[in-house]
């Protein structure tokens, strides 16, 4: 089962019927568990168990501490959650690589 299966909540965001990327980081965000999924770092199961958990802990947060809905904010915690869970890579690697990649100038090319 690919991302395109998911539904309810977990269910990516469409117009359509085809997916909706807002941001350049959210199709690479996607693409990135799908090939991971692909690759066995995961089941597809296990991901889409793991989306919900954090659109629940976000949906269970009280409004005044509730942060603005961004699905794939969701989708990419899911995806540290599922690669730590699996010993793939701890959070603090994510982190610190996060902030590496953050501090890039802009359209600095990602594969050097």
């Known amino acids: 089962m690919t991302a395109v299966g998911l539904t ?4 990516p965001p469409r ?13 690479r965000a996607f693409a990135m568990a799908v090939a991971l999924n692909e690759a066995g ?3 597809w ?4 168990k793991a989306l919900i958990a ?10 005044a501490e509730q ?16 690669l730590g869970a699996a010993g793939v890579v701890n959070g ?3 982190g610190e690589r996060a902030d590496v990649l953050a501090r890039r100038p802009a359209g600095h090319d990602h594969t050097h």
């Open 92 to 94: 603090d690697d994510v």
């Open 45 to 48: 199961p296990q991901f889409q």
């Open 67 to 82: 942060p603005e809905w961004h699905y794939y904010h969701h989708w990419l915690g899911a995806l540290e959650d599922v």
């Open 54 to 63: 954090r659109i629940a802990i976000w949906e269970a947060a009280e409004q």
């Open 15 to 27: 117009s359509n019927g085809e997916l909706v990327f807002e941001e350049p980081w959210h199709s």
């Open 41 to 43: 770092a995961f089941t």
């Open 8 to 11: 309810g909540v977990a269910a």
